[in-house]
């Protein structure tokens, strides 16, 4: 890809190397020295991971962090891939996004820890007898936690392409391939980074849950920071718990380093504004790399590989068939009804298979506690995210109306966004326990633990974002108080807590899987709610009834952020965006 | 290469009978392009000259295999046009660089689906950037740009692929006049000259000075649907002084020809739907352009009566944006346009010496007597026992006579006015009319 080249396109003419070739040589040599160690565990036979070969000496944290790591990254390739080919069918042929797009709209809602159950048995399945299978289910479970929103913002991005430029690639023809690379992917860019981030800080939340495994009988313990984190939780081992805490910050802190802000310093080029923008921020690895002229003469043959890559037209030549009006009708019916009824016998299929799931195993009056646990969780969200935003929104607030501030904490608060709740939760259980507290109450600030710090950054960026000329007329007219909440600030920063409250709260659903239900060596606390109650049949290997939650918690987000947050977000997109 | 002296000049692009109709939201479809018939001949430079929303931006497209026609056909050198055609290249209005791209990429990105070698490309795309005097730049970025500069760029882009026909979108419309001037000029150099490898151009515009300057062949377009109402030779020799009285003659004729059309549109020639004549199509103007025009046609050096182009040149307007401040107050009978001449009438002059609270009220009668929409809306809600009505029930009724787009435009038009001469009132969150006074 030419356009990957701010690497590569400063060739200098000396060619001798210099330290900083030394330095980069260094970070290359040894990343892929990991990268080929990790893969080659990740290979070994099933016998070998048993949970009696996880220690919690902190000397086995380096590598059980290196194995957590690569599995997040083999996720988000994943992730990648399926952005790419799933989000650009429902982009491209109205008749595919019919489907796609609601199909994703609905897996966003269905709690990722729900798949778990699934997909293990499955994975194991394939590969029999060897650790991939596991490995497989935990990436799958990670990149369950991934995908979607990523899928989304790619989507978003291809429907939203300036006119211009798409008549220009056309007019030029150039074919999909080309296009792709040229014009969708670059386009895409910073907003699919922004989403990686995300996506990434996101998935730290399942990777306790999706590393120790246990599916009814079956359990399966892969060696890694969340095993690592269970078994000390099991063993009541609060020194081991911070001590897997400090190797997580590590590595969120080197991946930021060295693969996010470079990152993001790159794509600052992608952005679609034809004005400058503000200076890239200085990025040290970048710097490395340029100034390392081995490095560079090396980049050069992979650089011009992507570039002949991205150039290559990869189309099915010129032909095409001249089609008559009438013959394109006919066409277009035939292709629908062979489109339609794919997907009448795929949902026909589904049906039954649930049918004989669940027939005979699930009763209405299961289905209807089922609801009533569902409306139990909704009023925790509903507290909860009512309750964080009451905190949260004057701090962010306060916070983003100082630049130098939020620059600094705006950073803080995505690491504590990344920060994994549940590490926190034997905490609770030790205060509970402690104080003879109710669980069905106390248990429930746990769902918002990691969650609500969406809001605060969001409320951050929207009140750093407000116009400086409003600030001025409001401090003018000598608008203060009440006044200057409802009138000034809140209005301007509505539209950004939106977005920050629509991720907490499906957060928060999705959370409650582990906070409803919560151990600490042999003691269980546990709140009444849809949560516990998928908790406690993925522990029982109960099928019926974990395709009963999931479904049921999959009804009560989808109807959550239809009849709730949508309107609101509509709203806000037509009263209150600033022009 | 351009002034090539073949015997017979080969024609390049041949347009017979195109038509192009949208279906609309309420059934139906409507028209955008009727029965449109051109020729485009080797060595020639023709402008598409009409007011914006004429179809002839739309008309560069179906040549462009953009978009399909609903009817008739287009040839390219004699082959039937069915999607965008090698030998066919395109100058965008908003230039249409990529941002990620640098010049160079930029103008490599024309020659990505011709299968040439690198270095081939590489070698044409710097005489490209080049030829447009862009040497220099090729590793800026656009963003670092000035528009000019970004508009030689997408020049290059266009030329690098050597088109037999350069079809040109209102290129120098988003410059600024000194800039479009430069340009206008180094392009005609360049073409002039036969530097160009190309074989003709075709120039959508609606600035008629640029296309007397340009073009060898004018064609006129009106609106509603588009059509080609006149040809017109330019036989002015290169190159052209605008000064010249034979420019300036030209120029104005071709105002007095764009602005027939609307005249006889404002008097209702229109074929006119059962509502009586609501369905006319408003346009956006605020009631402070009215006062102004109004305001600076009574005053010095006018005193009543202005000649178009001057006027336009004076008021720092676009043709097209002052074509519609004239066509309102010629609909209010504030003024009349004859053979590229406004005048005020009596109600004009008046109005320009009356203060704001009679203003109001000359506004308010001449907007009920002569916008038929105006009248409508006032008497449904005056019918009403609540005395209020929903946007949505006006907007449905333009919608079976207009697009939905116009349907939004003409209504916000006349609930701005309505608004201004205190009529009516429009409240946006319920977006309901009413006949309450806003508190």
Redesign the interface.
């Known amino acids: 890809m ?2 990957i080249s701010t690497i590569s ?1 400063a060739r200098r003419e000396r060619v001798a190397p210099s330290a900083w070739d030394g330095i980069a040589l260094c970070l290359v040599a040894g990343t892929l020295a990991l990268i080929i160690y990790g893969a080659q565990q990740m290979n070994a036979p099933l016998a070998s991971v048993s949970k009696a070969q996880i220690s919690l000496s902190p000397s086995a944290l380096p590598e059980y962090a290196l194995r957590t790591t690569l599995r997040m990254f083999a996720a988000l390739a994943a992730s990648l891939l399926f952005t790419f080919t799933y989000a650009t069918a429902a982009a491209k042929s109205r008749r595919a996004g019919a489907v796609l797009i609601p199909i994703l709209d609905v897996l966003q809602s269905v709690p990722v820890l729900g798949f778990l159950s699934f997909t293990v048995t499955g994975f194991m399945a394939i590969f029999p007898g060897s650790v991939a299978g596991a490995e497989c289910a935990a990436i799958f479970a990670i990149f369950t936690a991934q995908a979607w929103n990523m899928a989304f913002s790619f989507y978003q991005s291809l429907r939203t392409i ?1 006119e ?2 798409d ?9 999909a391939w ?1 296009r792709f690379w ?2 969708e992917v ?1 386009f895409a ?1 910073p907003a699919l980074i922004w989403n990686m981030m995300m996506s990434m800080s996101g998935s730290w939340f399942f990777i306790v849950a999706s590393e120790a495994i246990s599916v009814g009988n079956t359990t399966i313990t892969l060696p890694g920071i969340g095993s690592y984190v269970a078994l000390a939780i099991e063993r009541r081992d609060l020194t081991a718990v911070f001590y897997a805490l400090g190797a997580m910050l590590v590595v969120i802190l080197a991946y930021d380093q060295l693969l996010f802000r470079p990152l993001v310093a790159w794509a600052q ?9 503000q200076p890239t921020p200085g990025v040290w690895l970048l710097r490395v790399l340029n100034r390392a002229r081995l490095v560079q003469i090396a980049l050069v043959p992979v650089h011009k590989s992507f570039v002949a890559v991205a ?1 290559a ?1 990869l189309s099915f030549g010129r032909w ?1 068939w ?1 089609r008559s009006p009438i013959q394109r009708r006919w066409l277009n019916i035939i292709w629908g009804v062979i489109w339609w009824g794919l997907w009448a016998l795929v949902g026909a299929y589904g049906l039954h298979a649930l049918y004989v799931e669940m027939a005979g195993q699930i009763g209405w009056a299961e289905v209807f506690s089922a609801f009533k646990l569902g409306l139990m969780t909704l009023t925790r969200v509903v507290v909860l995210v009512g309750l964080a935003s009451l905190v949260w929104v004057p701090v962010g607030v306060w916070i983003g109306l100082r630049p130098g501030l939020a620059m600094r904490l705006q950073l803080i608060a995505q690491i504590l966004a990344a920060f994994p709740a549940n590490l926190l939760f034997p905490v609770a259980v030790v205060g509970i326990l402690h104080f003879g507290l109710n669980p069905n109450i106390w248990l429930s600030p746990l769902m918002i633990l990691g969650t609500q710090w969406y809001i605060l950054f969001n409320v951050i960026a929207g009140a750093s974002a407000f116009p400086t000329d409003l600030q001025d007329a409001a401090a003018n007219f000598r608008v203060r108080g009440r006044n200057w909440w409802f009138k000034v600030m809140l209005p301007g920063v509505f539209p950004y807590f939106i977005t920050g409250g629509l991720t907490a709260s499906g957060g928060s659903w999705n959370a409650s899987i582990v906070a409803e239900l919560v151990t600490w060596g042999n003691t269980r606390l546990e709140a009444n709610g849809l949560g516990s109650y998928i908790a406690k049949a993925t522990a029982a290997g109960d099928y019926p009834r974990i395709i009963l939650g999931v479904m049921v918690m999959a009804v009560f987000v989808t109807l959550f952020n239809r009849l709730f947050w949508r309107p609101l977000h509509a709203y806000a997109e037509r ?1 209150l965006r600033m022009i | 290469m351009a002034m090539a002296s073949t015997i017979e000049t080969k024609t390049v692009l041949q347009v017979e009978g195109v038509r192009k109709a949208f279906p609309r939201p309420s059934g139906g479809e409507m028209t955008v392009l009727e029965n449109v018939d051109m020729t485009l001949k080797e060595g020639e430079i023709v402008g598409l000259l009409g007011r914006s929303g004429s179809g002839k931006s739309t008309l560069l497209r179906i040549m462009a295999g953009l978009i399909e026609a609903t009817g008739g056909k287009a040839r390219f050198l004699g082959e039937p046009i069915d999607g965008p055609a090698e030998g066919i290249a395109m100058v965008f209005q908003t230039f249409a660089l990529f941002p990620w791209l640098t010049v160079l990429q930029n103008v490599q990105l024309g020659l990505d689906a011709l299968q040439i070698s690198s270095d081939e490309a590489h070698k044409r795309a710097l005489e490209a950037i080049d030829l447009v005097g862009l040497d220099g730049f090729e590793s800026a970025y656009p963003k670092e740009l000035s528009g000019g500069m970004r508009q030689r760029v997408g020049f290059a882009r266009a030329l690098v692929v050597h088109p037999d026909l350069l079809l040109m979108d209102e290129p120098f419309s988003a410059l600024d006049v000194l800039t479009a001037e430069t340009l206008r000029t180094d392009l005609l150099d360049l073409w002039s000259e036969g530097r160009m490898p190309i074989k003709s151009i075709l120039l959508v515009t609606h600035n008629i000075e640029e296309a007397v300057l340009m073009c060898d062949r004018i064609l006129l377009f009106s609106s509603n649907p588009g059509r080609v109402i006149a040809e017109i030779p330019v036989d002015i020799q290169r190159p052209r002084n605008r000064l010249d009285p034979k420019f300036r003659w030209l120029v104005d004729s071709i105002y007095e020809r764009m602005t027939m059309p609307a005249k006889a549109q404002a008097a209702g020639a229109r074929p006119a739907f059962s509502a009586g004549g609501i369905d006319m199509l408003l346009p956006r103007v605020s009631t402070n352009s009215i006062a102004g025009l109004i305001e600076a046609l009574a005053g010095a050096p006018y005193h009543g009566r202005a000649d178009l182009p001057p006027l336009a040149e004076h008021m720092h307007m676009s043709t097209d944006a002052l074509f519609s401040i004239g066509e309102t107050l010629q609909l209010l009978r504030f003024a009349e346009i004859e053979g590229g001449d406004i005048r005020l009438t009596e109600t004009g002059t008046r109005f320009a010496n009356e203060d704001p609270h009679v203003r109001k009220q000359m506004f308010a009668e001449s907007l009920l007597s002569y916008v038929p929409l105006a009248a409508h809306i006032k008497r449904v809600l005056d019918e009403r026992p609540a005395h209020r009505a929903p946007y949505a029930r006006f907007a449905e009724e333009l919608e079976d006579a207009m697009s939905e787009e116009w349907a939004e435009q003409t209504l916000r038009s006349v609930i701005n006015w309505g608004r201004f001469a205190e009529v009516f009132a429009y409240d946006e969150n319920q977006a309901m009319l009413s006949l309450d006074n806003p508190v």
């Open positions: 030419s356009n396109v300036p211009d430029l008549e220009a690639s056309r007019a030029f023809r150039l074919s080309q040229r014009l670059p860019m080029k992608f952005r679609f504004e034809q004005t400058m923008g150039h037209p095409r001249r009263r």
